[in-house]
Every structure is written in structure tokens, then in C-alpha cells.
């Protein structure tokens, strides 16, 4: 398999090349030539490896369609390493429940860091670490967090050998049990920074620093943010063993609903249905930072600035402009490249937005491609966690609650829907306590995390300051 820039730059990559890089040279984001297409007789196949074998083994049958650059056993050890069910609680590792008939839950949140970026960050931990031992290199990780990625991404690499961690995160912005997750951490090789600022200064540093290309070149700085295609390539497989768990039969059709920030989860929906996966709707559920709702109503892409960016009680959601949009753009406008490169470059830059409506080509696409969408506000989120509580008694987070919500308006009959959980309630305590009037569950592992000595250094939103403690932590 070899991978292209949505872009149209002429070089073409393998897995591993890209593995430990950001954007492609020309500043598109890397996507396979083609997707492997998914037979009947492979899916039933699939359908025994989850059921006998396990998740492990599944996720190896999806990646080694995608990875040929890594011999097939150690490919497998890494994925039988990285999916266990001491890391994810559970022998499934992705349980579906029911919420109420129709309506299914998929858990992705039971990994190390109770949201499903694990899903994708534990793996991409073993691939750093074993792609670096091959090629005898070491790689610093700069990051820019306002919860979940930054945690996620402390907990996989953490003991990783070759890789440091270096994560700004806004100091005092982020939810206590996530301030006590990250900074409970006691690894040599993981750096918390406190900025003192809000998230967009702890990104622009991680941006100057990056842009210092003598810099990042000498101090082998890298990211792990979620255009990163191995993370995408991870998830698609949780889309599969949803699938598998839903329906008793190959022929039967289910549709999924995904709590929507950066487009990096849904993205991998996309891929899994344009690999032949029986799925009927992408539900694309937004909070009130709605530029993707709005997009698949009305095919306008407008990117907000930051003063337009709500803080809301789905903060995970709360974003700007969609990092992984333009690989699904690619797709949906043929794979025209150089119109791509025209409408996230200069069209972008100069519009801070783009118009689709007027072609109608497109807009009947995204009913080819499955996709609708739907948004939740704060007052519809707490009603969501009240009624699934006092229906169900079921806990829900915000970010899962946005998904019933869009869920709910947009199922069919006879089609079961997926809601994919993307967090546990107890990392959003205090709007579960605002629509419960109590504290949310806290599984057993994290008594008393708030109360562990802390790692972590106040600096204030300066770029030299960062980057004078990154040259100390790597000598
Ligand atoms: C990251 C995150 C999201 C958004 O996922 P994207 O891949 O950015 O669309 C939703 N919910 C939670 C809890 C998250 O951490």
C-alpha cells in the first residue's frame, strides 16, 4: 500500500514514512491510494477472528491490508501487545450495550485514560517505539492538549523507550480529574507544561516551535495530533467489531452516530464503509461549535475564529476548524486534487470558508456517502444524561450525550444505531453533577488520583521558555 497527499504532491509513501509524521510536504494530509475492498466471504471471515480470537486479531486483519512495511508477525505481536484486556478492561475491549431498543452503545472508553483516544494512541505507542528501534533514532513529541489527547498520549508513550513527551496544556483550564490523570504521572520520559494562557496559546507554541525548522530538525521533534494516519487507521477497527457485535448476519445494514470535534472518528467510519463495511448513516453529532452541521446541511464549510469558538460543556468538541475534513472532502469531490489544494489553501485562507451548495454534485454525495448530521446544546446535553439516568440508569458523558442526542433524530426502523461512547462521565464530573445533582461513577483504579504528588511546571505562554526546557530534558 502505498499513501498519497490529498494535496496531489507527487511522491507516494509507505506506511512507516509516514508513521512519525504531521502534514505531507505540500501540507495535505496522507491517505491510502485506495481502500481495500472487503468481500462477503472476508467479512464472515472477520466476523469468526473477533468472535474466536479476538479484538487483537481483527485489528491485525485491518491494519496488515494497510501495512506492508512491517513483517506480518511482529505486526501482529504489536497489536496482540497493545489490545489486551488488562488496558481496556474487557475481553470484547469495544463492548456494545444496549441504551433502549434500537439504540446500542459501543464503549470506547475503558482504556488507561477513560476516552477512546486510547483506542488509537495505545497502538501508536508501540509502533513509535518499534519503529524507532529499527531505524536507532529517538523522538521528542510536542503536544498541545485541553484533555483528552494530552493524557492519552502521555499514557501510551509513557516508559516508551526513545520517545519524550513534552505536553502543553492551558494551566487551571482543564477538568480536575484530567489535571490529576496527566499530572499524577511520574515517568522520566513524560514532561507536563502549564501554560499560563487558554489552549490556542499552548497551540501557538507548539506551531513556532514546529515552524523553527533548525530546531525541530536537531531536537527530532514530532507530533501525535489526530490527522496522524496510523491513529485514523486504528480506529476503523473498532467500526468493524461494532459491526460484528450488532447484527447476527453479513447482510444486515446498522448505521453509527459519533460525537464529532476534529472529524478524526468519523473519518474512520467513512474509511470502514468505503471498505465495504454494511453501514447505512454516519451520524456526525456536533455541540454548539456546529461548522460540521452546518457543512453537511448546507455544503458551506466556514471555519470559525477563535472568539467564535464556544467553551462548552462537550469541551472535547470544541473546535474551530476540522483537522481531518479535507480527507473526506478529497473523496467527496472525486479525488481532485488540485481542487483540494485550492479550496484548503488559498480558498481558505482568503474566504475562511467554502460554498459546495452550488454544485449539485456534491450535496447529492453525501447522502452516497452516509453521511448526516445534527447538533446538541448544553441544555439538550443535560437533558440527555437526566434521561438516560433516570430511564436506564445509565451515566453518560457530555460528549457521548451529544451522540444520543443527534442519534435519536436520526435513526430508521429496523436499523440498528451505534452510538460510539467516547468518554467516561467521571472525566466530566461537574456537568454530570449539574444535570444529576451527583457525582458520576469512578471506577475503582482512580480512588484518591486527585490526591498523588504531581509532575508538572508553570510556565508562562513563552515560546523560548519551552523550548530552553526541551534542550535541558534531552541532553
Ligand atoms: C477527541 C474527542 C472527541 C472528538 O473526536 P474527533 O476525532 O476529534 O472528531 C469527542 N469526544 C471526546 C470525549 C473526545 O476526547
Known amino acids: 500500500m502505498r499513501y498519497l497527499s490529498t494535496r496531489g504532491h507527487p511522491e507516494r509513501r509507505r506506511f512507516c514514512e509516514i508513521l512519525l509524521e504531521g502534514l505531507a510536504p505540500d501540507g495535505g494530509l496522507y491517505l491510502p491510494e485506495s481502500y481495500p475492498q472487503v468481500d462477503a466471504g472476508t467479512l464472515a471471515r472477520w466476523r469468526g477472528v473477533y468472535q474466536?480470537?479476538?479484538?487483537?486479531?481483527?485489528?491485525?486483519?485491518?491494519?496488515?491490508?494497510y501495512i506492508d512495511d512491517i513483517p506480518a508477525d511482529d505486526l501482529r505481536g504489536l497489536c496482540v501487545r497493545t489490545y489486551t484486556e488488562a488496558v481496556f478492561g474487557t475481553p470484547a475491549i469495544v463492548p456494545v450495550r444496549e441504551l433502549e431498543p434500537g439504540l446500542l452503545i459501543e464503549a470506547l472508553s475503558n482504556g488507561p485514560t477513560l476516552a477512546f483516544k486510547d483506542m488509537a494512541m495505545q497502538l501508536l505507542g508501540h509502533l513509535f517505539e518499534y519503529e524507532l528501534k529499527r531505524r536507532g533514532e529517538e523522538l521528542n513529541i510536542l503536544g498541545a492538549t485541553s484533555g483528552d489527547t494530552g493524557s492519552a498520549a502521555e499514557y501510551a508513550?509513557?516508559?516508551?523507550?526513545?520517545?519524550?513527551?513534552?505536553?502543553?496544556?492551558?494551566?487551571?483550564?482543564?477538568?480536575?480529574?484530567?489535571?490529576?490523570?496527566?499530572?499524577?504521572?511520574?515517568?522520566?520520559?513524560?514532561?507536563?507544561?502549564?501554560?499560563?494562557?487558554?489552549?490556542?496559546?499552548?497551540?501557538?507554541?507548539?506551531?513556532?516551535?514546529?515552524?523553527?525548522?533548525?530546531?525541530?530538525?536537531?531536537?527530532?521533534?514530532?507530533?501525535?495530533?489526530?490527522?496522524?494516519?496510523?491513529?485514523?487507521?486504528?480506529?476503523?477497527?473498532?467500526?468493524?467489531?461494532?459491526?460484528?457485535?450488532a447484527t447476527q448476519s453479513d447482510t444486515q445494514r446498522v448505521s453509527f452516530a459519533v460525537p464529532s470535534g476534529n472529524?478524526?472518528?468519523?473519518?474512520?467510519?467513512?474509511?470502514?464503509?468505503?471498505?465495504?463495511?454494511?453501514?447505512?448513516?454516519?451520524?456526525?453529532a456536533t455541540n454548539e461549535n456546529d461548522v460540521l452541521d452546518e457543512f453537511f446541511r448546507t455544503g458551506v464549510y466556514r471555519v470559525r475564529g477563535s472568539a467564535d469558538t464556544h467553551e462548552t460543556s462537550s469541551p472535547s468538541m470544541d473546535i474551530?476548524?476540522?483537522?481531518?475534513?479535507?480527507?473526506?472532502?478529497?473523496?467527496?469531490?472525486?479525488?481532485?486534487?488540485?481542487?483540494?489544494?485550492?479550496?484548503?489553501?488559498?480558498?481558505?485562507?482568503?474566504?475562511?470558508?467554502?460554498?459546495?451548495s452550488g454544485d449539485a454534485r456534491f450535496l447529492q454525495q453525501f447522502a452516497r456517502y452516509g453521511f448526516v448530521s445534527g447538533r446538541s446544546t448544553h441544555a439538550q446535553r443535560l437533558q440527555t444524561i437526566r434521561e438516560a439516568f433516570?430511564?436506564?440508569?445509565?451515566?453518560?458523558?457530555?460528549?457521548?450525550?451529544?451522540?444520543?442526542?443527534?442519534?435519536?433524530?436520526?435513526?430508521?426502523?429496523?436499523v440498528p444505531m451505534i452510538v460510539l461512547e467516547t468518554a467516561l462521565p467521571i472525566k466530566f464530573a461537574s456537568t454530570l453533577v449539574e444535570a444529576l445533582g451527583r457525582e458520576p461513577n469512578r471506577p475503582a483504579r482512580f480512588n484518591g488520583i486527585e490526591q498523588l504528588p504531581r509532575r508538572v511546571l508553570v510556565l508562562p505562554a513563552d515560546v523560548q521558555r519551552v523550548k530552553s526546557f526541551i534542550v535541558e530534558h534531552c541532553a
Request: hydrophobic share 45%.
Open 52 to 65: 474466536q480470537q479476538g479484538y487483537a486479531h481483527l485489528a491485525f486483519e485491518i491494519l496488515s491490508l
Open 157 to 245: 508513550m509513557r516508559g516508551k523507550r526513545g520517545v519524550r513527551v513534552f505536553m502543553t496544556s492551558p494551566d487551571g483550564r482543564m477538568s480536575p480529574f484530567q489535571q490529576a490523570q496527566m499530572f499524577s504521572l511520574q515517568d522520566a520520559n513524560i514532561h507536563n507544561l502549564a501554560i499560563q494562557g487558554v489552549f490556542d496559546d499552548c497551540q501557538d507554541i507548539v506551531k513556532a516551535v514546529s515552524n523553527d525548522l533548525a530546531f525541530k530538525r536537531r531536537y527530532r521533534i514530532g507530533t501525535v495530533n489526530s490527522i496522524n494516519w496510523a491513529r485514523l487507521l486504528a480506529q476503523v477497527v473498532y467500526y468493524f467489531a461494532g459491526y460484528f457485535q
Open 390 to 414: 433516570e430511564r436506564q440508569g445509565e451515566m453518560i458523558d457530555p460528549h457521548t450525550a451529544d451522540g444520543v442526542k443527534v442519534a435519536r433524530e436520526q435513526s430508521q426502523a429496523g
Open 320 to 356: 474551530s476548524k476540522a483537522s481531518n475534513f479535507e480527507r473526506f472532502v478529497f473523496d467527496l469531490v472525486g479525488r481532485d486534487a488540485a481542487l483540494t489544494a485550492e479550496l484548503f489553501g488559498p480558498r481558505l485562507s482568503r474566504d475562511g470558508m467554502f460554498d459546495l
Open 263 to 284: 472529524f478524526g472518528n468519523v473519518c474512520a467510519g467513512h474509511v470502514a464503509r468505503m471498505m465495504g463495511l454494511p453501514v447505512e448513516r454516519l451520524v456526525v
